[in-house]
C-alpha cells in the first residue's frame, strides 16, 4: 500500500499497515489534543481533592484516618471504573465510554462540592472515581490507535501529559481559588470544564478504526474517518476494511496467553507499587508539607510540582527507553524516586529544599510512570490493547486506595514527616526489582505480526 494511491479494486485495506505507513498529520494531532484534553480534565478532578485536603479537613473536622478512607473511596472507584469499562470500550468501543465516563465524574465532581461528612465525600468520591478510572486507558488507547508505530510510545506519552498538566495546574488554581473561596468551588469548577468539553469530543473524537473493523458492520463510519485521516486517497465501493486478527475469549485471560503472562505479572506488581507511592503523594503530600511547618498557600504550590516534574522527567526518560531497554531505564528511575521522596522529609519546612526534592521525586515517580502507560499502551494488540493498560492500571490502582490508607493511619500514630516518607520510599524498591525482571525477559510482544483478518 502506498501513500496518496488509489487502492486497487478487490484489494483488502489493512488499516493497521495504513495508520503504520502514515506520516504525522494535522488529524492524528487532533486526535492527541483531543484524548489529552479529556485526560486533562481527568487529572484536575483525580487531583483535586488531594490539594484541597487540608482545607476540608480542617472546614468539616474529618481527622486523618477518616479523610484517609475517602481519599481510598474515590481509589476503589477508580479501581472498578478502569477495569470495569476498559473490555466495555474494546468490544462497543472508545469513544462512547470516554465520553460517557467524562460526563459521569462531571456530575459526581458538582455534587462533591454539597457534602457535608466523611460518609457523604466517600460515596461521591467513589462514584467520581468510576467516571475517573474509564478515561485514562480507552483515551490512551484510541491515542495509540492512530499513531504510526514508529512514533507511537512517544506520541501516547505526550497524550498522557495531558492528565500530568491537569494534575499540576489544578495545584496553583486551587491555591488561588482557597484564599477568596471554599473547598467547594473546586469541585465546582471540576464539574465544569468536562462539561464544556463534551461536546467537542461528542463532534470531532472518532472511533479507532480497528475496532470498527473488528466489529464489522461500520464500513460507513471507517470510509469517513479515512477521509478525515486520509483526504487524498481513495477506495473502491468493494474494498475490505481488515486489521489484526481478533483473538476470541475473556479479555483479562488473553493477557496471559501465548507467553505474555511473563510481563503481565511483573507489570502489574510495577504498577502497583509506583501507583502505591504515587497516590500517596498526590493524596498526602500537601497534608504532610503543612505538617512539616510549610504554610497552606506554599504547601499547595509544592505539591504540584510532583506533576511537572513529571513532565520533564518522562520527556528525559522516554527518549533513553527508545535507545535502551526501557524497563532498565524504568528500574533505575524507580531506585532514584526512592531516594527523591526520602530527601523530602528530610528537607523539613524549609521550602526551597522540599521544592528541590518534590519535583525530583515528580521527575523519577512520575516521570517513570508516565512513561510506564505508554509502554503498555504498546504491549498490546488492539483487540486488546484498552483492557492491556486498564488492568495494568486497574492493578495498580488498587495502590490508590492503599497508598492513602497507609498515610491516614501512620498520621493518626502521629508518625513524623521523616518516617512517613520513608516507609513510602520502599515500594520504589519493589518497582525496580519489577523492572528488572521485565528487563531479564526475553518475552517480547509483537502484535503487529498477528494476521489481519
Same mark, same amino acid.
Given at each position: 500500500?502506498?501513500?496518496?494511491?488509489?487502492?486497487?479494486?478487490?484489494?483488502?485495506?489493512?488499516?493497521?499497515?495504513?495508520?503504520?505507513?502514515?506520516?504525522?498529520?494535522?488529524?492524528?494531532?487532533?486526535?492527541?489534543?483531543?484524548?489529552?484534553?479529556?485526560?486533562?480534565?481527568?487529572?484536575?478532578?483525580? %487531583?483535586?481533592?488531594?490539594?484541597?485536603?487540608?482545607?476540608?479537613?480542617?472546614?468539616?473536622?474529618?481527622?486523618?484516618?477518616?479523610?484517609?478512607?475517602?481519599?481510598?473511596?474515590?481509589?476503589?472507584?477508580?479501581?472498578?471504573?478502569?477495569?470495569?469499562?476498559?473490555?466495555?470500550?474494546?468490544?462497543?468501543?472508545?469513544?462512547?465510554?470516554?465520553?460517557?465516563?467524562?460526563?459521569?465524574?462531571?456530575?459526581?465532581?458538582? /455534587?462533591?462540592?454539597?457534602?457535608?461528612?466523611?460518609?457523604?465525600?466517600?460515596?461521591?468520591?467513589?462514584?467520581?472515581?468510576?467516571?475517573?478510572?474509564?478515561?485514562?486507558?480507552?483515551?490512551?488507547? /484510541?491515542?495509540?490507535?492512530?499513531?504510526?508505530?514508529?512514533?507511537?510510545?512517544?506520541?501516547?506519552?505526550?497524550?498522557?501529559?495531558?492528565?500530568?498538566?491537569?494534575?499540576?495546574?489544578?495545584?496553583?488554581?486551587?491555591?488561588?481559588?482557597?484564599?477568596?473561596?471554599?473547598?467547594?468551588?473546586?469541585?465546582?469548577?471540576?464539574?465544569?470544564?468536562?462539561?464544556?468539553?463534551?461536546?467537542?469530543?461528542?463532534?470531532?473524537?472518532?472511533?479507532?478504526?480497528?475496532?470498527?473493523?473488528?466489529?464489522?458492520?461500520?464500513?460507513?463510519?471507517?470510509?469517513?474517518?479515512?477521509?478525515?485521516?486520509?483526504?487524498?486517497?481513495?477506495?473502491?465501493?468493494?474494498?475490505?476494511?481488515?486489521?489484526?486478527?481478533?483473538?476470541?475469549?475473556?479479555?483479562?485471560?488473553?493477557?496471559?496467553?501465548?507467553?505474555?503472562?511473563?510481563?503481565?505479572?511483573?507489570?502489574?506488581?510495577?504498577? &502497583?507499587?509506583?501507583?502505591?507511592?504515587?497516590?500517596?503523594?498526590?493524596?498526602?503530600?500537601?497534608?504532610?508539607? /503543612?505538617?512539616?511547618?510549610?504554610?497552606?498557600?506554599?504547601?499547595?504550590?509544592?505539591?504540584?510540582?510532583?506533576?511537572?516534574?513529571?513532565?520533564?522527567?518522562?520527556?528525559?526518560?522516554?527518549?533513553?527507553?527508545?535507545? &535502551?531497554?526501557?524497563?532498565?531505564?524504568?528500574?533505575?528511575?524507580?531506585?532514584?524516586?526512592?531516594?527523591?521522596?526520602?530527601?523530602?522529609?528530610?528537607?523539613?519546612?524549609?521550602?526551597?529544599?522540599?521544592?528541590?526534592?518534590?519535583?525530583?521525586?515528580?521527575?523519577?515517580?512520575?516521570?517513570?510512570?508516565?512513561?510506564?502507560?505508554?509502554?503498555?499502551? #504498546?504491549?498490546?494488540? #488492539?483487540?486488546?490493547?484498552?483492557?492491556?493498560?486498564?488492568?495494568?492500571?486497574?492493578?495498580?490502582?488498587?495502590? %490508590?486506595?492503599?497508598?492513602?490508607?497507609?498515610?491516614?493511619?501512620?498520621?493518626?500514630?502521629?508518625?513524623?514527616?521523616?518516617?512517613?516518607?520513608?516507609?513510602?520510599?520502599?515500594?520504589?524498591?519493589?518497582?525496580?526489582?519489577?523492572?528488572? &525482571?521485565?528487563?531479564?525477559?526475553?518475552?517480547?510482544?509483537?502484535?503487529?505480526?498477528?494476521?489481519?483478518?
Amino acid at each position: 500500500m502506498h501513500l496518496g494511491r488509489a487502492t486497487p479494486a478487490g484489494a483488502p485495506v489493512n488499516l493497521t499497515e495504513l495508520i503504520d505507513e502514515q506520516p504525522i498529520g494535522s488529524f492524528q494531532v487532533w486526535v492527541l489534543l483531543l484524548c489529552a484534553a479529556a485526560m486533562f480534565v481527568d487529572g484536575f478532578d483525580t %487531583q483535586a481533592i488531594g490539594y484541597v485536603g487540608p482545607s476540608l479537613s480542617a472546614a468539616l473536622g474529618i481527622k486523618p484516618a477518616a479523610l484517609g478512607m475517602v481519599f481510598a473511596a474515590g481509589g476503589m472507584g477508580a479501581i472498578l471504573g478502569t477495569l470495569g469499562f476498559a473490555p466495555v470500550a474494546d468490544r462497543f468501543g472508545r469513544k462512547p465510554v470516554i465520553l460517557g465516563c467524562v460526563l459521569l465524574f462531571a456530575a459526581c465532581s458538582f /455534587l462533591t462540592s454539597f457534602a457535608n461528612t466523611a460518609r457523604e465525600l466517600m460515596g461521591m468520591r467513589f462514584a467520581t472515581g468510576l467516571g475517573l478510572g474509564g478515561v485514562v486507558p480507552n483515551a490512551l488507547a /484510541l491515542t495509540a490507535d492512530f499513531m504510526p508505530r514508529r512514533f507511537r510510545v512517544t506520541l501516547v506519552l505526550l497524550a498522557w501529559f495531558g492528565f500530568s498538566i491537569g494534575s499540576g495546574l489544578g495545584g496553583p488554581i486551587t491555591a488561588h481559588i482557597l484564599e477568596s473561596h471554599s473547598w467547594r468551588t473546586v469541585f465546582i469548577l471540576g464539574g465544569v470544564l468536562p462539561v464544556c468539553l463534551a461536546p467537542l469530543l461528542w463532534w470531532s473524537l472518532p472511533e479507532s478504526l480497528q475496532g470498527l473493523a473488528q466489529r464489522g458492520g461500520h464500513e460507513p463510519q471507517i470510509r469517513a474517518t479515512l477521509a478525515r485521516l486520509r483526504p487524498h486517497s481513495s477506495f473502491p465501493a468493494d474494498a475490505k476494511f481488515v486489521t489484526l486478527k481478533k483473538q476470541k475469549g475473556f479479555p483479562v485471560a488473553l493477557l496471559f496467553r501465548e507467553g505474555r503472562s511473563r510481563v503481565t505479572i511483573p507489570l502489574w506488581i510495577m504498577f &502497583f507499587m509506583a501507583l502505591l507511592e504515587l497516590f500517596f503523594l498526590n493524596s498526602w503530600l500537601p497534608t504532610i508539607l /503543612l505538617k512539616a511547618g510549610i504554610s497552606q498557600h506554599q504547601a499547595i504550590v509544592v505539591a504540584s510540582l510532583l506533576h511537572f516534574g513529571g513532565i520533564v522527567g518522562g520527556l528525559a526518560l522516554a527518549p533513553l527507553c527508545d535507545k &535502551f531497554n526501557p524497563y532498565f531505564v524504568l528500574a533505575i528511575a524507580y531506585v532514584f524516586s526512592g531516594a527523591c521522596i526520602a530527601a523530602i522529609g528530610i528537607a523539613g519546612n524549609a521550602a526551597m529544599l522540599a521544592m528541590a526534592a518534590t519535583f525530583f521525586a515528580g521527575f523519577f515517580t512520575f516521570g517513570a510512570q508516565n512513561t510506564a502507560n505508554a509502554i503498555a499502551a #504498546t504491549n498490546y494488540p #488492539t483487540a486488546m490493547r484498552s483492557s492491556g493498560i486498564g488492568w495494568a492500571l486497574g492493578i495498580g490502582r488498587i495502590g %490508590q486506595i492503599v497508598g492513602p490508607l497507609i498515610g491516614g493511619l501512620l498520621l493518626s500514630l502521629h508518625w513524623g514527616t521523616h518516617g512517613i516518607l520513608y516507609v513510602i520510599a520502599v515500594p520504589s524498591i519493589i518497582a525496580a526489582a519489577a523492572a528488572f &525482571f521485565l528487563r531479564a525477559s526475553s518475552m517480547q510482544l509483537r502484535p503487529e505480526t498477528e494476521p489481519a483478518v
